[in-house]
């Protein structure tokens, strides 16, 4: 009995969804709309966060020698460097070294290296600490070294980053919160059309000694569907769009020359099943739960 009693409710939900074509289509369309765009910030910031991660796991800075300084007095800098406190790792990276380096980074366009004099370039010591807080101390104190040119350091650009996935984490979370409210409402005023054109019927049912929540929960089950089907269009349309987007960009120039990546869709698609089915089951059932409360006065 109790499986015929679920599979009426269930049938129910679904016949809803068929016969009201123009208000499903319509809460499809908000629904959808409100996920694309939450799919937008939530890509941006799992980017930016992955920026964040690539930036941090390279937390030092490079010391760059004097061109003109000997092969000894290069060596007696980066001994100096390994004898302050904080040093984590230091690395030698020679002139060739950082020609390759640079060839590498332009990738198609290395070409326009060839026949270039390695010894204009300046010899450096990659350099990690074991804090990154006190990188700008030690830093500081390398600069006082003599044969020293200068120092390139990513600290500003990890707190820039951070700073920035933090801001977009906020206006993530501001937009989706409006677009949920806009969403229930939407949903609300969909399943009150149809529970409108089927009031006599629930009077009906009332009357003969229907619980309200055996009439609800049809109607329940149909802003579930609903939203599970906008979840399903939603991750067809931000996975393919995504794609294609994140595979030009990484073949542009100044992606290959700042060495960066994208982070794939294949790596966000758990997390994004996961928060689109959560969202549009949620969105679905609180919405038609907050109309019949009216309706039944519950």
């Not at 950082?98 to 070409?111: A, I, P, V, W, Y």
């Not at 919160?177 to 009031?199: D, E, G, P, Y």
């Not at 997390?271 to 089915?277: A, D, G, K, L, R």
Request: with cysteine; proline share 0%; glycine share 8%.
């Amino acid at each position: 009995m109790k499986y015929n009693r679920l599979g009426y409710l269930i049938g129910e939900g679904f016949s809803n969804v068929f016969k009201n074509k123009k208000s499903t289509g319509a809460s499809l369309i908000i629904m959808c709309a409100t996920m694309i765009i939450f799919g937008v910030f939530l890509a941006l910031g799992e980017n930016i966060n992955h920026f964040v991660d690539e930036v941090k796991s390279e937390q030092g800075f490079q010391v760059f020698v004097n061109t003109d300084a000997s092969e000894e007095e290069i060596t007696k800098v980066g001994e100096e460097i390994r004898t302050l406190e904080g040093i984590s790792t230091v690395d030698f990276v020679s002139k060739e070294d950082g020609l390759n380096t640079l060839k590498e980074r332009l990738k198609d366009t290395k070409g326009v290296l060839d026949g270039f004099n390695a010894e204009l370039l300046k010899a450096s010591y990659l350099v990690t600490v074991t804090d990154l807080t006190q990188s700008k101390d030690i830093q500081n104190k390398i600069l006082g070294f003599e044969h020293v040119a200068k120092i390139t350091s990513s600290d500003e650009t990890v707190t820039t980053l951070i700073n920035l996935a933090n801001g977009i984490r906020i206006v993530t979370g501001v937009i989706l919160l409006l677009l949920v409210i806009i969403s229930i409402f939407i949903i609300s005023n969909t399943i009150k059309l149809t529970v409108h054109a089927r009031r006599k019927e629930i009077s009906i049912m009332k009357y003969v000694g229907a619980t309200n929540g055996f009439i609800r929960w049809p109607f329940i089950v149909e802003g579930m569907i609903i939203g599970i089907i906008s979840s399903l269009i939603s991750i067809a349309i931000v996975g393919g769009a995504y794609s294609l987007i994140a595979e030009n960009m990484v073949n542009t120039q100044f992606m290959q020359m700042m060495n960066m990546s994208l982070v794939t869709f294949q790596d966000m698609i758990s997390s994004i099943i996961f928060v689109y089915m959560l969202l549009g089951i949620g969105i679905g059932a609180l919405g038609s739960v907050i109309s019949m409360r009216k309706y039944l006065k519950v």
